[in-house]
């Protein structure tokens, strides 16, 4: 029962029949409760409920506890009939006991005998099974070794194959040694023969394939070693021959370097020189220039009335010093004279005119000094 949930419970009524009187009130109150108890709604969730529904079970309690007691006073004499009776079992079993050891006594030297000798005998068969398996398993054995033979040299060397395939041949299949397995260890030794022989010539077969396999691959090695050998000198070979194309390289570079230095000094000097000459051109040019003015003048002093050239006379004195540092620098510089010098006619007419000689004798004063 709960005390937060109703719980109906329907008891039907049932009626037993028994002969043992001292149940029989018990039978009753039983039939009482059900009656009264049948229909029973226990409500446990009120303290009223709760209290009802206990009184209910201290009602039904005290039957089961009466019934319990009744119970173990019919047993009593019903317990005691039992004892009495197993004791009586136990007295049959101990006469019974007793009266088979007796026969047991008499009985127990004819059987010991029996199964001595049932011992012996079954002991003397078992020997002579286990001397029969071993002599056939021994059998077996030889002929399975036959049979397993090639399996087992299968990729053995090909002296290995023979050893064993000579040994196969000496065996000799003896009637007193295999008996009634004469004719199978026979077939067996033969085709363990015909097998080692095939197995023979094809490792025969497969060591000269290895050995020129081998004869081969050894070639190879040696000529790829050849290969190593001269790809290495190769590479040598390309390594000096770029270090000397480089030391080329690097002279041929120093050379130019130098050249082109030398060009840059050259033209350095010649800029230097073109520029000092330049500079004498331009000098010559003034001087020229100086000349030809002076020239003019000269010319026009020389055309003027006599007076005017007496009076010119101390300016051409002054001049006189001048004409032969023209005619030095002329002479100097022979090998550069160009197109803007004076000519020599020129020249001769103004050292004329400075000294008031004719054109000769100035030409003569002028190759007498000219280097």
């Known amino acids: 029962m709960s005390e937060t949930a109703d719980v109906q419970k329907t008891v039907t009524p049932s009626v037993a029949f028994t002969d043992i009187a001292e149940y029989r009130p018990h039978e009753e109150q039983i039939v009482r409760l059900e009656t009264t108890y049948a229909k029973l709604v226990v409500d446990c969730s009120t303290s009223e409920g709760l209290a009802n529904a206990k009184e209910v079970r201290i009602d039904i309690r005290d039957v089961r506890y009466a019934l319990d007691k009744t119970t173990k006073t019919a047993l009593i004499p019903y317990q005691q009939k039992v004892k009495d009776a197993q004791a009586r079992v136990n007295q049959v079993k101990e006469f019974g006991e007793a009266l088979k050891d007796r026969v047991l006594a008499i009985e127990a030297p004819v059987d010991e005998a029996i199964k001595a000798e049932e011992k012996r005998v079954a002991d003397a068969k078992a020997e002579r099974e286990r001397v029969e398996a071993e002599r056939v398993e021994a059998i077996r054995a030889k002929i399975t070794r036959f049979s397993s033979v090639a399996a087992a040299y299968a990729n053995r060397s090909a002296a290995d194959v023979a050893s064993i395939l000579q040994s196969v041949k000496e065996s000799v299949i003896l009637p007193e040694e295999y008996s009634e397995f004469e004719a199978e260890g026979t077939i067996a030794r033969d085709n363990a023969i015909e097998q080692l022989e095939t197995l023979h010539r094809s490792a025969v077969e497969r060591e000269e394939a290895a050995a020129k396999l081998l004869a081969q691959q050894k070639e190879l090695d040696e000529l790829r070693?050849?290969?190593?050998?001269?790809?290495?000198?190769?590479?040598?070979?390309?390594k000096q021959r770029a270090e000397e194309d480089r030391k080329r390289l690097k002279q041929q570079q120093d050379e130019l370097d130098q050249q082109r230095r030398d060009i840059e000094t050259q033209q350095r000097q010649q800029r230097e020189q073109q520029e000092e000459q330049q500079r004498q051109q331009r000098e010559?040019?003034?001087?020229?220039q100086r000349d030809q003015e002076e020239l003019a003048r000269l010319r026009a002093q020389a055309s003027a009335p006599t007076s005017v050239t007496i009076a010119a006379t101390p300016l051409v004195a002054e001049k006189v010093e001048v004409a032969p540092i023209s005619t030095d620098a002329v002479t100097a510089e022979s090998d550069d004279v160009t197109t803007t010098a004076p000519s020599v006619d020129d020249i001769v007419e103004v050292v004329a005119l400075g000294f008031d000689v004719d054109l000769d004798t100035a030409r003569a004063w002028l190759r007498a000094i000219r280097f």
Do not use: T, V, W
């Not at 070693?225 to 390309?238: H, N, P, T, Y």
């Not at 010559?284 to 020229?288: M, T, V």
């Open 225 to 238: 070693e050849k290969q190593r050998i001269a790809d290495a000198e190769a590479e040598e070979l390309r």
């Open 284 to 288: 010559r040019d003034a001087q020229y």
